[in-house]
């Protein structure tokens, strides 16, 4: 029987660990290890990451800790929600729970110093076509983030898998000077894709994002919605919790501090993110060191 390192299991599971930060840099986030959170001594960062999901629980649950971290590194957090996710809890009128979501989310986003904002496209209904895509284009004309969080296209939800067209497709119109808009173009330098129960199929991890620091924050922000707790049958808290501490096991693998990691969120890259060279020295970008 061949026996497996720590460093044969990385490679085999093709995972890694980085910081999720706009310093300068060339590394493969897949081979990168983490660097401590602002208060540790990192650089802080300065730019924006803006969290775009279909419904606000995704939102906050799957993405609001990355966002969490980038804003305690000092940049900021954008929360764009595609819908209300009114229809979300069979026994209250789609109007008042749209009402508790939103009240939720701008409770939420207040908890983490990011800001929330909001298209209005009914819950179950998001629209894959053009308009939705121009409308998602806008937005990020107006925040210009550098990294965009989003879901994976691997999802049961059919909300989750027009967002993550629309997104690819707005990501693209935004940068484009000759698609005249209102605001001016503006290029996204990282797209990600965050991991939920609701989008696993294919979803492969290629970033360890350390989120202790912000862990007990993001969990407070998590709060805000009584979903959270499991009031709509799936008990939201138990998972990511969960999650959080198998992803942060996961990222302590060779690493000589175990005192890191002691939570951790999983990210996607896209699937051509290998073929593709859109860093450079000046660009901002998910760094790291290599581990091998």
Not at 74 to 101: C, D, V, W
Not at 129 to 148: G, L
Not at 207 to 222: G, Q
Not at 239 to 249: D, K
Request: proline content about 4%; charged content about 20%.
């Amino acid at each position: 029987m061949k026996h497996h390192s720590r460093r044969d299991i990385l490679k085999e599971l093709g995972m890694g660990a980085a910081a999720f930060s706009m310093g300068a840099g060339n590394a493969r986030p897949a081979e990168a290890v983490a660097r401590g959170s602002a208060d540790r001594g990192e650089s802080s960062a300065s730019g924006t990451v803006m969290a775009i999901a279909a419904h606000p629980g995704d939102a906050l649950f799957t993405m609001g800790a990355a966002v969490a971290r980038q804003i305690n590194a000092g940049g900021k957090g954008i929360f764009l929600n595609l819908t209300h996710g009114e229809r979300g809890n069979p026994s209250i009128s789609p109007a008042e729970y749209g009402a508790m979501q939103v009240a939720a989310t701008d409770k939420a986003a207040r908890i983490l110093g990011a800001e929330p904002a909001y298209l209005s496209y009914p819950d179950g209904e998001v629209p894959d076509n053009e308009e939705a895509r121009f409308a998602v284009c806008d937005a990020i004309r107006q925040h210009r983030p550098e990294i965009i969080v989003t879901h994976w296209k691997g999802s049961f939800h059919k909300d989750h898998r027009a967002c993550y067209n629309i997104v690819n497709d707005a990501i693209f119109y935004a940068g484009l000077p000759g698609i005249k808009r209102k605001l001016q173009a503006h290029s996204v330098s990282k797209l990600v894709f965050a991991e939920n129960w609701e989008d696993a199929e294919g979803f492969r991890q290629a970033i360890y994002l350390d989120v202790s620091d912000v862990f007990e924050r993001w969990v407070r922000a998590c709060s805000a919605f009584p979903m959270w707790r499991g009031e709509t049958g799936f008990h939201y808290d138990d998972y990511y919790q969960s999650l959080a501490v198998a992803r942060g096991s996961l990222a302590r693998i060779g690493q000589k501090d175990s005192s890191r990691f002691k939570y951790a969120v999983a990210l996607m890259l896209p699937p051509d993110y290998g073929a593709r060279r859109t860093e450079s020295l000046s660009s901002p970008a998910i760094t790291g060191q290599s581990t091998i």
